[in-house]
């Protein structure tokens, strides 16, 4: 199963650039990086931090039974020494490391992994994460506060535990790879209570030092950690406060090592026209994709035509041009690199004059005018210009409603109010690896409700049957059948034009030159945004 | 005076009850579903009116104010919807640093004000004069995030005499200080001019010249307090001046004050910390304009208190 994953063509790049993640040399451990971010640190609570700055710190000072080799999407047992599947597919037995200890020094067991995933559904936690955890049998009563065990969850003995499903769920391992599955220890949370986000403490490669709110965080490396010679680096400091602008000057100076909120863009052209700049950056294509939405039960759009004609009339090229061209024009609602990705797949091409027949085909009213919704910070407000152009030339007429994120996000799932929707700064990234990650909460049935996030309110009961047989094919041997699966899932949902894939964002991470590393590290898929416990720092290399 | 200072004292208190109320429902009438942000993406509907409920998001809202109220009484500020921590421990972590940074402000622009003022009225008509009036103008009309970028690029990246941002050291103070009172030195300087020209063309002044006292004892022992005394009772009010530049100042310059909090957890909507931070300056401002009315009759034995 996990072979699949490893065909994406974008993956296949990403590792003939950076050859690889093995490192032939071993690096020594020591020194010092120095990281900035703007905002403070929300939580370091493994159920609740679901944001860009916290996922990996988060992934550095907990573990979960499964990881991901380091810079790759290729899951690996982690705090499980080894895992087996039942021939149904329902039950899966994880062994556990033996003598992994928490920060605290206690020894962790499998009543800690089964008390971590209770409290992460449990909805006096009120995680995020909770709805992930969905496939575990007895999920329901602990989400709806009727228990606080999942039945599912067996402890065998401390260092065996079995997970039983309601229903297969081919993306399980995934799920107990996800921060929200991180291991944390009771007696932790039961001592700070509604504040052990900020008191973390996990069996992960670094442990909290010293949190000084608003200002400072200070990692240090976990000398008892079970991964024998990492961490490399010794300590990492966020300092917060830093404006992008202002980190990227602390980052030139040499003051810091690596800035958090990225390259701000109106510097982003100076950057890379800098040979010296340049070479401290480091690109790949993350697993994401821009959109506009279009509701498909409102009128006009309820008609297969008219949502036709607006995904031909957009110029995708020029919307990347606008953003530097740090981004590939897309064609389908799954990204490169996703198993599924349907490389051969054309899409609706651009092409304004068969946009403006499909539209007299539909009888459409010119005479009308329909809100465009935008997240106002730059350069949405530019995109959504664009779109807006183009949708002129075809003959629509679009208002465009910039507005906050979350007023965005609460229109967005009203039938009645914003039509289209561009998602872009609120897009969807890749929660882990799988392509049903792009389906069940942005496509799927389950996502067009109030609240959700599918802004299209798109359900197509047989494509929704498609998936959960999709969901079903949990045997390591069906991984690429599976993955046909989804592609024809996706070339369906594309059929109905619910959507129009824009584009799939790159990413750029700057460093200084101190600080290193395999290049994949800096883009980590999955260690969003950098994968903190196998950076090290060139200054303490021999 | 005490029947002044308790009257004024129950005013203040009903100000900032006006202001809880308003703040409140504007918040809550936001369209913006602040447990929608904390549910996440993966919610189920079921989990989302679960969060509201515990919450008491699903309460009217009178009954809501109610209970925030009731909180407040009591010195509990609520808890920030994503932190979690206690918003009274949030603003009380970054209070000292917001304190800092306007006391920093107040010298910055008192000693540059006063200064500025005091040269031009001197050398009054003169080019100096002319020079400094337009640095005083545009301290008060350039926008802070403009002066606080320029002082950042200048100063710190091309001549590297300051930090880029940051907090800790004396000298991070001294950036984000300068551009919070540029905009009060701007004030101050005009007020100093004309206040030490009327001063100079007062009657004791030329009996002090006429006497045969120095010009500089006449200038310093005489006519620089009398001209000063107005400007002193204006700081109070500074305090609400500063309260709206801090936003902007400290993220800025990341410095670590409760303007920045504010800032974050508005782009959060983190509503119980816009309340706390709203309410914290609201007091600020009361109370800062409260202590400009106490200091002004103490300076100008002029002016009574009614």
Redesign the interface.
């Known amino acids: 199963m996990r072979k699949s994953l490893m065909t994406g063509v974008a993956l296949a790049a990403l590792f003939a650039m950076s050859g690889g993640a093995a490192l032939a040399v071993e690096p020594k451990q020591g020194g010092t990086m120095t990281a900035?971010f703007?905002?403070?640190v929300?939580?370091l609570?493994p159920a609740?931090g679901?944001d860009w700055q916290n996922w990996s710190m988060i992934k550095s000072l907990f573990s979960r039974l499964m990881d991901y080799k380091p810079g790759t999407t290729e899951l690996t047992p982690d705090l499980a020494e080894s895992y087996s599947i039942s021939p149904d597919g329902l039950t899966y037995t994880f062994k556990l490391r033996h003598g992994v200890k928490f920060h605290n020094g206690r020894e962790m067991t499998a009543t800690d992994v089964a008390y971590s995933y209770n409290r992460t559904v449990n909805?006096?936690t009120?995680?995020?994460?909770?709805?992930?955890f969905k496939s575990i049998a007895g999920y329901d009563d602990v989400?709806?506060?009727k228990a606080t065990e999942m039945s599912g969850i067996k402890v065998v003995d401390p260092d065996t535990i079995a997970i039983t499903l309601a229903k297969p769920d081919a993306t399980f391992l995934q799920v107990v790879a996800l921060n929200f599955a991180g291991v944390v220890a009771k007696e932790d949370v039961d001592k700070w209570g509604?504040?052990?986000?900020?008191h973390p403490d996990g069996t992960g490669a670094f442990y909290l030092e010293n949190w000084?709110?608003?200002?400072e965080l200070v990692l240090k490396r976990n000398p008892d950690y079970y991964m024998k010679g990492v961490p490399y680096l010794d300590e990492i400091d966020f300092?917060?406060?830093?404006?992008p602008?202002?980190a990227l000057?602390?980052l030139q100076?040499g003051?810091i090592d690596y800035a958090g909120d990225g390259i701000p863009p109106a510097k982003f052209l100076e950057v890379m026209n800098d040979p010296e700049q340049k070479k401290l950056v480091v690109q790949a294509p993350q697993l994401e994709t821009s959109y506009l939405t279009i509701k498909t039960t409102m009128k006009p759009f309820d008609n297969l035509k008219v949502r036709q004609a607006v995904n031909m009339a957009i110029n995708k090229e020029r919307i990347v041009k606008i953003i530097n061209g740090r981004a590939d024009v897309a064609n389908q609602p799954l990204p490169p690199g996703m198993p599924g990705y349907d490389k051969d797949y054309k899409g609706y091409s651009y092409d304004p004059e068969k946009a403006k027949a499909l539209l007299k085909e539909a009888n459409y009213d010119a005479s009308q005018s329909f809100d465009l919704y935008v997240y106002n910070t730059d350069p949405n407000p530019r995109i959504a210009q664009a779109i807006q152009q183009d949708l002129a030339a075809v003959g629509m007429t679009v208002a465009i409603k910039s507005l906050?994120?979350?007023?965005v996000?609460?229109?967005g799932s009203e039938p009645d109010q914003a039509p289209l929707v561009w998602s872009g700064g609120m897009a969807w990234i890749a929660?882990f690896p799988d392509p049903s990650d792009f389906y069940g909460?942005i496509l799927g049935c389950?996502g067009a409700?109030?609240?959700?996030?599918n802004w299209s309110l798109y359900c197509n009961k047989d494509i929704e049957a498609m998936a959960a047989k999709a969901d079903a094919m949990v045997s390591p041997d069906q991984a690429q059948a599976r993955a046909d699966l989804w592609k024809q899932i996706f070339d369906k949902v594309q059929d109905d034009a619910p959507w129009v894939p824009v584009f799939n964002e790159e990413r750029y991470t700057m460093h200084s030159a101190r600080i290193a590393g395999d290049k994949s590290l800096f883009v980590d898929p999955v260690h969003v945004p950098v994968n903190y416990n196998y950076v090290y720092a060139t200054d303490a290399q021999p | 005076m005490p029947l002044y200072v308790a009257r004024r004292l129950l005013q203040s208190v009903l100000i900032l009850f006006g202001v809880s109320i308003i703040t409140f429902i504007l918040l809550y009438l936001?369209?913006?579903?602040?447990v929608?942000?904390?549910?996440?993406?993966?919610?189920?509907?079921?989990?989302?009116e679960?969060?509201r409920h515990?919450l008491g998001l699903d309460l009217p809202l009178p009954q809501q104010y109610g209970r925030y109220l009731w909180g407040l009484l009591h010195g509990d500020f609520g808890?920030s919807y994503?932190?979690?921590?206690?918003v009274g421990t949030?603003i009380w972590?970054?209070l000292p640093?917001t304190l800092l940074l306007m006391v920093g402000a107040i010298v910055c622009e008192l000693v540059l004000g006063l200064a500025m003022g005091l040269v031009a009225a001197l050398k009054r008509g003169s080019a100096l004069d002319q020079g400094l009036m337009l640095i005083s103008f545009v301290g008060v009309s350039a926008p802070q995030f403009v002066v606080g970028?320029l002082l950042?690029y200048v100063f710190?990246?091309q001549l590297g005499w300051f930090?880029?941002?940051?907090?800790?050291h004396f000298s991070n103070l001294v950036l984000p200080s300068l551009t919070l009172g540029f905009l009060g030195a701007g004030w101050y300087s005009r007020m100093m001019r004309s206040s030490m020209i009327d001063v100079l063309r007062q009657d004791y002044i030329r009996t002090a010249r006429s006497k045969g006292i120095t010009r500089a004892k006449v200038l310093f022992g005489h006519a620089v307090p009398n001209a000063i005394l107005p400007i002193i009772a204006m700081i109070g009010i500074d305090i609400g001046v500063f309260m709206s530049g801090i936003v902007v100042v400290?993220?800025?310059?990341?410095?670590?004050?409760i303007g920045?909090?504010a800032w974050?957890a508005i782009?959060?909507?983190d509503i119980p910390i816009i309340m706390g931070v709203t309410l914290v300056s609201a007091l600020a401002i009361v109370l800062g304009n409260l202590l400009a009315d106490l200091v002004a009759p103490l300076i100008d034995p002029r002016i009574k208190l009614q």
């Open positions: 900035t703007k905002d403070d929300s939580t609570d609740i679901y909805p006096k009120q995680s995020p994460g909770q709805g992930f989400a709806a506060g509604a504040d052990y986000g900020h000084t709110l608003g200002q300092k917060i406060g830093a404006e602008l202002t000057l602390q100076k003051e906050d994120q979350a007023n996000i609460a229109a929660d909460p389950a409700v109030k609240g959700g996030w | 936001l369209p913006a579903d602040p929608r942000q904390i549910a996440g993406r993966s919610a189920t509907a079921a989990t989302v679960s969060i515990q808890r994503l932190q979690k921590t206690d949030l972590s970054r640093a970028i950042l710190a990246v930090p880029i941002g940051g907090y800790g400290e993220s800025v310059f990341g410095w670590p004050g920045q909090l974050q782009q959060r909507v």
